[in-house]
DNA sequence: TCCGGCAAAATTGTGTACAATACGGCCCAT
DNA sequence: ATGGGCCGTATTGTACACAATTTTGCCGGA
């Protein structure tokens, strides 16, 4: 996992818009790098010197890295301890998929009634590209790398359109790499954005201009992909239903 | 407006959960104290140098302090150019009321089938200190110091109940001060937590056990709360229901 | 053996000096 | 007069040294 393939899940990187320069993300991006791929287990105390001697920055630098890191959710810090590699239970990914629902939910209600015809007549060229993306092969990578992008885009055009300035960084904590792909590492992002996809219903729902249709659709298909990513993570013998208590 | 005010608004302080110690800390809260009562126009540009003249400490922590408040949404910053107060369109306060209708909404329909006894039990105690809490005097701000912290309780065991662990950061997020004090300045929290408040309400949607009852009982609620707050601080000659385009 | 305190080591927090960058004014050429 | 390039200043970014704190290991006494 490298540090092009996060900033191609996580949207567009706007490095320019955070505080410090260029140290400080080469830290971050150089620990995010050891990070995703799990090379530290969960709990592991991330010394700041030994960091320093990895990165080549300096000290402070990397402190800007771990506390960005921390922010991203990938971090505990507490004053005086250090850093330790979060830990996630799967019931934090479990709430996290299902704020998804609630917030892409949201999302495509209000993008239903607000979707300017520019934005929704490129819906169905991406899914025509979409759907020219050969099938499964040995290379399962490379099917995702193509498939990422282009579900991203579609994405971005709904939360745009759901003009709602505050949607996008609570989707973006909400289907951050912390909690999707270092649960589901094994199984890379491929099933995942597979099954999110289905994008031609929700085009559909959206030019019937019934908001609840259109979230309704949302809210099944996410579920759905919530429920084949579980299994395919073989995290849960059971799904999504069955954690509700 | 206090540290200590903000900290009672904003919710248990977790100030020891995060990087760094003490200095930042007093940095941070020494600029917040002059962020909420508007001492600086949106845009005011923050020099690092004037903030350690200011708060005394060094423009290490004053660089940490400024880091956590743009996190916490006060600031924006950019790569070599500084930060500088964030302005507050009324479109963002509105995004922000629209989500957390969403998200207590959310809140609610979960806690009210997950909700323990020794929880709902609370809640009416909660009710009637508010309730006993004065009516309206001169000294209006001591009524809001009151009734802000019951209604926080209220709010967190709700959330709590939820038992979604990711909920809180989110809504916090999105009932932040930046984005409700700043906006309505003048007016005090005090009509805000009023109007949100009704909670006998919620506890019989939640006792009844409806899920869809309680997240409407709940959306209702917020939704007028959130025309009469916007109304007290006179931003808008209509209401709530006309951004929707 | 176990517990508490003490001291040394390891680690994080803070301050300061220096480097890099961005901003603004000035001069000069056209 | 105006536009472009140059240089000085202001401001942010980085590194390092020192201080404070926590952790660790040890020792002595109960």
Redesign the pocket.
Known sequence: MTSRTWRCIQGDNHDKHR??????EIACAAIRDRLLPGEWPAGT?????DLTAMTG?????V??ALRRLSNEGFLDCV?????RVKAFTARDVEAAFDLRVELEGYAVRRAASRIGTPAIAALPALCDRMEEIPADRVGKPRRCDHLTPLNHSFQAIIVEAAKNPRLAPHLADVTSAPVVLRTCRSCTTDKITRSMCHPRERIQAMQAGNDDGAGAVMRSQIHAGYRAALRDAGLFGTVAEDWQD
């Open positions: 505080l410090h320069g260029h140290a400080g105390r991330l010394l700041e010197a920055v300096s000290r402070t630098s402190r800007d004053a005086n301890a250090g850093c």
